[in-house]
């Protein structure tokens, strides 16, 4: 069982860089999420989605877009890159039904130089 | 909006001691809490959850945590503490019915001395 996939495990970036982080997930869990977690403030919500085609807006969005074209995929775009966005990252997933909890990746650890 | 506080920020305990972690929310309305534990350089597993029924709930690995309405709290407790609980914990909340947005706690880094 896979589960949360991420995609890359580390990534360093320069200023002004663009990327993706990718995220699957075979659960077909209609919820996901993405976060970044930092020494000290745990884990704050960026962007989550709960389908297909619909997404919203966490804790701290800026800096990031997410689209959700499909159920199993939900990417998080840098468009450019700051170094106050190096962070280690965290997509979840969660079927949304009453008593699921989220399952979690392994994380991208992102540096911004 | 909701937010979620844990008192302790480091926690040092030796094996066989008892810990218990606090954990306070804000949000009148009906919620979901949860303890999650990050081993070093691993992903986050959930230990325990609370939905409704029983303010007591009983975890993986020995772990307990109670649901205090009146309190906005749900901390954590664990008897006797063992090297390998050795972690950091993260309390979370969500309302009701919305268990993809949890908002999480700035998590309480045990470390358990052999």
């Known amino acids: 069982n896979a589960g949360v996939t991420q995609t890359p495990k580390f990534q360093v970036l320069k200023t002004g860089q663009s990327m993706t982080l990718q995220c699957a997930q075979d659960?077909?869990?209609?919820?996901m999420s993405w976060y970044r977690q930092d020494p000290g403030m745990g884990l704050r919500l960026i962007h989550y989605s709960v389908g297909a085609g619909i997404t919203d807006q966490g804790e701290v969005p800026n800096g990031y877009n997410v689209s959700r074209s499909t159920t199993e995929d939900f990417p998080l775009r840098l468009l450019s890159a700051a170094p106050s966005q190096t962070s280690v990252y965290f997509c979840?997933?969660?079927?949304?039904?009453?008593?699921?909890?989220?399952?979690f990746g392994n994380g991208t650890r992102l540096t911004v130089t | 909006a909701q937010s979620v506080s844990q008192h302790n920020h480091h926690v040092i305990l030796s094996e066989a001691a008892s810990l218990e972690l606090g954990c306070n929310y804000s949000y009148g309305g009906t919620v979901n809490l949860f303890w999650y534990v990050q081993y070093p350089g691993q992903h986050l597993q959930l230990l325990l959850k609370y939905f409704s029924g029983d303010p007591l709930v009983k975890g993986i690995k020995g772990f307990e945590a109670e649901f205090i309405k009146s309190k906005f709290s749900f901390n954590l407790r664990k008897p006797s503490v063992q090297w390998s609980d050795t972690a950091e914990y993260f309390c979370a909340v969500t309302r009701s019915g919305n268990t993809g947005k949890l908002i999480f706690g700035q998590g309480t880094t045990l470390q358990v001395k052999p």
């Open positions: 659960m077909n869990h209609e919820y």
């Open positions: 979840a997933s969660s079927s949304g039904s009453y008593n699921s909890p989220l399952h």
